[in-house]
């Protein structure tokens, strides 16, 4: 098994909402949930995951690569069953996991730098926008993370030894990853991506693809490592 690590920093380009995910929210949170103690800001890693996989499928599709594209089980064990047929295997499954598959990919909870700082709050604002007054018994708290914020997470893939097997996951991950630039994290969040440190990612770098898209997405800001 060969280990990696793929440092990244996604920067803010919209104001990202968050949210508990109760109770009524007109505008529906980008990110659910926030862990907010002592000025420190996590965000789960499942709607990083969640994005992600969705760029992975477009990617692979585009490709042409055997893919589910559904996240309903069902659908996606019909879809298996169609491609182990043909002798082929979901590829983003096996990168992200699905039924009665692993899957490679570990993402760890976001860390908003700056922490509580880099948030806001539109509580009243947003009832008033949106209906003229304030809408009596609707309570409910908005919060932001405003453009330009970072957020930082690390992704773990544990690859097959097969080097020509990691290479091609590899590759399509990293395309997710470039894609991801121009998916919307929930309603309409975009956020730039950038990798600021990768372990174990020398022995692909001999590989053009690979070597391409690592560069296009190493961070060119201070204090980004360069190799
Ligand atoms: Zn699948």
């Known amino acids: 098994m060969r280990k990696v ?3 990244l920093r996604l920067t803010t380009r919209t104001f990202l909402t968050i949210g508990s995910g109760v109770p009524p929210e007109p505008i529906g949170p980008d990110i659910i949930l926030a862990n907010i103690s002592h000025e420190k800001v996590i965000l789960p890693s499942s709607t990083l995951k969640g994005v992600l996989r ?12 055997p893919t589910c594209e559904s996240l309903d089980v069902k659908e996606m064990e019909t879809k298996h069953n169609e491609l182990r047929k043909a002798g082929k295997t979901c590829i983003t499954c096996e990168v992200f996991g699905g039924p009665g598959i692993e899957g490679m990919l570990m993402v ?6 700056e922490g509580v700082s880099r948030l806001m709050d539109f509580t009243h604002v947003s009832i008033d926008d949106r209906y003229g007054r304030a809408a009596r018994g609707r309570l409910f708290t908005v919060e932001y993370i405003i453009p330009n914020s970072n957020l930082t997470t690390n992704i773990h893939l544990k ?3 097969d080097m ?3 290479t091609h996951y590899l590759r399509l991950l990293l395309l997710a990853l470039a894609n991801l630039r121009y998916e919307r994290i929930g309603r309409g969040g975009l956020v730039d991506v950038h990798l600021t440190e990768a372990e174990g990612i020398d022995a692909f ?14 961070s060119k800001q201070p204090g980004a490592v360069e190799k």
């Open 164 to 166: 020509e097997k990691a």
């Open 108 to 113: 760890e909870p976001l860390v908003l730098e």
């Open 159 to 161: 690859l097959p030894d």
């Open 205 to 218: 770098l001999s590989d053009n693809v690979v070597k391409e898209l690592y560069d296009s997405l190493l």
């Open 5 to 7: 690590t793929l440092k």
């Open 54 to 65: 969705k760029s992975f499928i477009k990617v692979s599709k585009f490709l042409d690569e």
